[in-house]
């Protein structure tokens, strides 16, 4: 398996400040994170794929400028959110991956209350 | 777009019953991929099926992967309490390099 963090566990923000959330690889490399996002009794839902060194690769309807990645070290990505809103509240979730394989491991997860 | 349809969305059992949840895809998947997350907390891998046809088994646990590469089931024998949570199954698009989860199934235990 893989040990994945998550900082904070939870937080409580007024609307219209940024939250940053930290993802941290404890126990190897990774080259590509994933950030997810997961609304109460629903699915993960892929938000954005955050590759070390380059440009995260957001997927659709995702605001690049909202959520802002950045995925600066080999066992550190971390999500903006910018100017959240009520909407935003959630359960962001990241994962890892190590190289040449294709099981994701999840970290703890963080809960988003905007107010 | 990629999608995986999972059924049923809720399901419950009196305990010792058996469960069962299945998965299909529109496109052929390069693996797939279980997890389970209890209530409160976040998923956790419990198995991945890469070849056509594949069964394998964790105990009371039991994952098969469909000849087509389209389909997945996981079965629940005699269950128990520990057993809930919601589980997801993720189907792996090789092209795109990135999971696909499947909408979950719910499972709650009547002890």
């Known amino acids: 398996g893989a040990v994945v963090s998550q900082h904070p566990s939870w937080v409580i923000c007024k609307s219209g400040t940024s939250v940053k959330i930290e993802c941290r690889s404890l126990d190897f490399q990774a080259t590509t994170m994933f950030w997810y996002r997961q609304f109460p009794k629903q699915s993960l839902m892929l938000m954005a794929t955050?590759?070390?060194?380059?440009?995260?690769?957001?997927e659709q309807g995702v605001e690049k400028d909202k959520f802002l990645i950045n995925h600066a070290s080999l066992t550190l990505s971390t999500l903006t959110v910018t100017s959240a809103h009520p909407e935003d509240s959630s359960f962001y979730i990241c994962?890892?991956?190590?190289?040449?394989?294709?099981?994701?491991?999840f970290g703890p997860g963080t809960r988003l209350l905007v107010l | 777009g990629q999608q995986v349809m999972q059924i049923p969305q809720y399901q419950h059992v009196q305990e010792g019953e058996d469960f069962t949840t299945y998965c299909n895809s529109s496109?052929?998947?390069?693996?797939i991929q279980w997890y389970k997350q209890r209530p409160g907390g976040h998923p956790v891998f419990l198995i991945q099926?890469?070849?056509?046809?594949e069964v394998k088994k964790q105990k009371r646990l039991t994952f098969q992967f469909g000849e087509a590469k389209k389909n997945s089931s996981l079965h629940i024998t005699a269950t128990q309490t520990t057993d809930v949570g919601t589980y997801f199954c993720?189907?792996?698009?090789?092209?795109?390099?990135?999971?696909?989860f499947g909408q979950g199934t719910r499972l709650t235990i009547n002890p």
């Open positions: 955050s590759n070390e060194g380059s440009k995260a690769t957001y």
């Open positions: 993720a189907g792996y698009i090789q092209g795109a390099q990135k999971l696909v």
């Open positions: 994962s890892v991956r190590k190289q040449g394989q294709e099981t994701q491991y």
């Open positions: 496109t052929t998947l390069s693996n």
């Open positions: 099926l890469v070849k056509s046809g």
